[in-house]
């Protein structure tokens, strides 16, 4: 049965399922979610009846409805264990999650359109002062990524990708994160190693198709 993911192109969180989804090989349509026509129509009864968050991404199977990327990213790695995407050491698989949890926990959630437009709207900042606070916590979570990976440590066994030579469930929210920097002008001269890996994701189909400007519902 074919698997849907309602996403939102320019949606993060949605970006490291469609990664996931390649990466694994698995078919799946997309069912767009535009976060910003009609007010958000993740706002609509008819999404937010499928997550009460209101927030993309949602892939449904067999009629069930997941919500939470690293959720779903941890589902498809147990439901499809072919390719991998954490390795088969505890403490290797640990490290992963920890950098993923630093992207999607730490990063990304301080500078999502809700937070933003609360911002905007309701503490009434200015473009330049969200833009600021937008490059602020990309910039602190990517120094801190940046001095883990360039160092590696003994338990944390890095090569072309965060962890290893493979790609895995790191680097599946450290790209869409690079997007969102790039898409922000944040300047990435200060994290070669995060760019090192950003181009080694690029070299692969999987991140190519996964990208915002590949999704049928790219504005
Ligand atoms: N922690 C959630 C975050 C999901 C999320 O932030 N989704 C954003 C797009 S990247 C969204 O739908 N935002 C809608 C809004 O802010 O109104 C996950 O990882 O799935």
């Known amino acids: 049965m074919t ?3 309602y996403s939102y192109f320019r949606s993060s969180a949605s970006y490291r399922v469609r990664i996931a989804l390649n990466l694994k090989g698995l078919t799946y349509e997309t069912v767009p979610v535009h976060l910003l026509n009609q007010g958000g129509e993740q706002f609509l009864p008819e999404f937010s009846t499928l997550n009460p968050q209101s927030q993309v991404p949602v892939l449904e199977e067999d009629g069930h409805h997941l919500t939470q ?3 779903i990213l941890e589902y498809l790695e147990e439901r499809f264990p072919t390719p991998a995407l954490l390795p088969a050491d505890p403490l290797q698989r640990a490290r992963v999650r920890q950098l993923a949890l630093e992207i999607a926990c730490d990063i990304h959630p301080l500078n999502n359109l809700r937070v933003l437009r609360y911002l905007k709207r309701d503490l009434e900042i200015a473009e330049a ?5 937008i490059a602020h916590w990309i910039k602190l979570g990517f120094a801190a990524l940046e001095q883990q990976l360039a160092a590696g440590t003994a338990d944390m066994q890095r090569g072309r ?6 790609p895995g469930l790191a680097d599946c929210c450290l790209i869409p994160q690079i997007f969102n920097a790039r898409r922000f002008e944040v300047d990435m001269t200060p994290y070669p190693t995060l760019v090192s890996i950003e181009q080694a994701c690029e070299a692969l189909d999987a991140f190519r198709l996964a990208a915002p400007g590949a999704q049928p519902d790219a504005a």
């Open 161 to 166: 990708f965060c962890v290893g030579d493979t």
């Open 3 to 5: 698997m849907h993911l």
């Open 69 to 71: 990327s690293l959720a």
């Open 129 to 133: 002062q969200k833009n600021a606070w």
